[in-house]
């Protein structure tokens, strides 16, 4: 009878839920970072390549934030044509500025075909790691060495604060993320044209890029923006049909989870990617979103646990049927508790020392 509680708590749960299926075949872009761990090692040229021909398969493009690990992935798929926006990290150490600068070159002269934009900094202002005239500065240098269309990538409110920014670069790159703006996902789509409108205004008739976007699927409750699949899904499902209704151009972030983030971002920014660190889909632009594959596994496991607590706890004892019911109960609540205690490992990015 304890047992049949446990069947009804796992039945009774939305371990496959319907969203409403995207009409695109594609997303437009995703981010891309070829590394993996805590340690933020670099992948092997094979398996960047691997990434690459897995990712053309529901990208057409992919967005970079450094010259190092943009010629990675230029030198890993020599055999692929799918482009890529080269993205140039701009930060504090000025000598670094530069040999990014000196890279972007190389890579420019190396693979023309394959770099579609040139982003010189990422929300470089936002992070106040160098001032506006030098970020304008930089911007201005790049244009010299190339024809390629310049950018550089910065939050909605940056572009509202610093309006001059855009004098310097061919279109802007906006990020608009509900999530970190404590944004609940009914209210996803509407956020984004709310501030995609208040960038419109104050520059009219300029390309606009949504260049980052996204859904964590994983993490901690950032107010009302609670981070798990279903909510990643339907982000990314609406998010897609609102761009191409718009004909807005755009980037997600991203395209793998990354659990070297978790040490800048905390547990949420590991759970960014459309993919797993195992390269696992999570969900389909079309189709029901699964939650939980495994929860008959996990159910069945607590009920045994539960069952197996019972009988070595209650043997030999002289109770009533009340007690023992009630002993039943509990056995199988712990069962649960070691179950999830236990699988917990597998289903978050956790490092020996989390672990433990």
Request: no cysteine; hydrophobic share 40%; aromatic share 14%.
């Amino acid at each position: 009878m304890a047992g049949l509680f446990q069947v009804f708590f796992w039945i009774t749960q939305d371990n496959v839920v319907t969203i409403k299926d995207s009409s695109a075949n594609k997303i437009e872009s995703l981010s891309y970072s070829p590394y993996e761990g805590y340690e933020k090692k670099l992948l092997s040229k094979e398996q960047i390549s691997n990434d690459v021909n897995l990712l053309q398969n529901f990208t057409t493009k992919i967005r970079t934030y450094a010259t190092k690990e943009a010629y990675e992935i230029l030198e890993a798929s020599k055999d692929s044509s799918m482009p890529i926006d080269l993205g140039l990290w701009i930060g504090t150490d000025y000598q670094e500025n530069y040999l990014e600068i000196q890279r972007a070159i190389q890579i420019l002269e190396k693979y023309p075909s394959r770099i579609e934009n040139v982003i010189v900094g990422n929300e470089v202002l936002l992070r106040a790691d160098i001032n506006e005239e030098e970020l304008f500065a930089y911007i201005d240098f790049m244009r010299t060495f190339t024809k390629k269309p310049i950018t550089v990538a910065e939050t909605w409110d940056v572009w509202e604060r610093v309006p001059a920014l855009a004098k310097h670069v061919d279109f802007l790159t906006i990020h608009i993320l509900p999530y970190w703006e404590k944004i609940p996902i009914s209210r996803y789509n509407e956020f984004l044209l709310e501030k995609y409108s208040i960038v419109e205004k104050i520059h009219p008739n300029r390309k606009i890029v949504i260049g980052e976007t996204g859904w964590p699927s994983h993490g901690y409750n950032n107010n009302k923006a609670v981070p798990n699949i279903k909510n990643q899904a339907q982000a990314i499902r609406g998010f897609v049909d609102l761009a191409n209704e718009k004909k807005w151009h755009y980037n997600i972030i991203e395209a793998l989870d990354q659990p070297w983030k978790g040490y800048d971002e905390g547990n949420v920014g590991q759970y960014w990617g459309i993919f797993d660190t195992n390269r696992n889909l999570k969900f389909q632009l079309i189709g029901q979103v699964e939650l939980n594959q495994y929860w008959l596994y996990q159910m069945l496991a607590a009920i045994i646990i539960g069952a197996l607590l019972t009988i070595f706890g209650l043997r030999n004892q002289k109770i009533n049927i009340s007690h023992a019911f009630a002993y039943a109960i509990a056995a199988q609540g712990m069962a649960f508790g070691i179950v999830m205690a236990a699988i917990y490992p597998f289903v978050n990015y956790m490092n020996f020392g989390m672990w433990i």
